[in-house]
């Protein structure tokens, strides 16, 4: 008997300790949720969300703090990469996809974004390469963005042993989950990071691989961009805020506010995606 009693607030404790971690666990991300949305809406931080945040979990508060810090940083859009990067493979090229054609083609929006990345390619030829981007051809399963842009670079004289083909993700927040991701198994060597994109989605690319280094406590940094010019595009600091909530593991809220506030091309459907 008194064995059995002890077996029942065992897991009476158990129980409890699950509960109150489930509990901590929902009252930080209600509090990641407030700072970011705050931020995207009124520009300043919330100070007192962020202080019952390093009440509940400072080291996830130091993780949002820096992470604020990098998104209230202004991002320098380049054409071109500049000089100074490294001249080795420790520098990505990372190149962020762009819906597909139904049919499974690139559209030219894409094309354009390969042809910086071919010019950033040749200027650092040891570089890395990472392509990312799923399948988003609505009438063709079989094609990824990552797999039609692989296939323009080698096609455009681009070693293939350079190339890494990150063909799952369909958001940009799982750009970046799923590359580092990558590059930590198969080119562990990598330390720096140049984003490739149009120019209207350099800042976000930026922000959302540079969180996704601190919220995982990578090295890699994001040091530099080139991006292609397009004639029309934005990404609002909402949009913005919805992708760190979908970094942060919300993907139901991130893509309520992703619905809400894109309007560039059609978006994945929710069904589609996992949480991290």
């Known amino acids: 008997m008194k064995r059995m ?39 300043t931080r919330d100070t007192a969300a962020m202080a019952e945040l390093a009440a509940v979990d400072p080291g996830l508060a130091d993780q949002w703090s820096r992470i604020m810090a990098l998104w209230e940083t202004p991002v320098t859009v380049n054409a071109a990469l500049p000089d100074g990067l490294p001249e080795d493979d420790t520098l990505c090229l990372v190149a962020l996809g762009f819906q597909l054609n139904p ?27 990472v392509c990312t981007g799923g399948g988003t051809a609505a009438d063709d399963t079989n094609a990824t963005e990552a797999g039609r842009m692989a296939e323009w670079l080698e096609a455009n004289g681009v070693d293939s042993s350079r ?3 990150e063909n799952r993700s369909l958001t940009t927040a799982q ?10 198994e198969q080119h562990p060597q990598v330390q720096q990071i140049a ?13 959302l691989f540079g969180a996704e280094a601190i919220l995982r406590g990578s ?14 595009g934005t990404l609002s600091a909402m949009f913005q805020a919805g ?13 309520e506010i992703y619905y809400e506030t894109y309007d560039i091309h059609e978006l994945p459907s929710l069904e589609n995606l996992t949480g991290r």
């Open 5 to 43: 009693m002890s077996l029942i607030l065992c897991a009476a404790m158990l129980f409890t300790a699950a509960t109150a971690f489930a509990e901590g666990k929902a009252a930080s991300q209600a509090l990641i949720e407030r700072m970011v949305v705050g931020y995207a809406a009124y520009g």
């Open 163 to 165: 190339i890494v083909v």
């Open 243 to 255: 992708a760190l909530i979908e970094l942060s593991g919300d993907v139901e809220t991130a893509f």
């Open 219 to 232: 090295p890699m940094t994001v040091v530099s961009n080139a991006s292609w010019h397009a004639p029309s």
């Open 175 to 184: 750009n970046a989950i799923y590359t580092f991701d990558l590059l930590e």
């Open 195 to 207: 984003i490739i994109s149009s120019d209207y989605h350099i800042a976000t690319g930026t922000l």
């Open 103 to 129: 049919d499974g083609t690139m559209r030219d929006e894409l094309v354009e974004r390969l042809k910086t990345l071919q010019t950033a390619s040749e200027k650092y030829p040891k570089a890395v390469i």
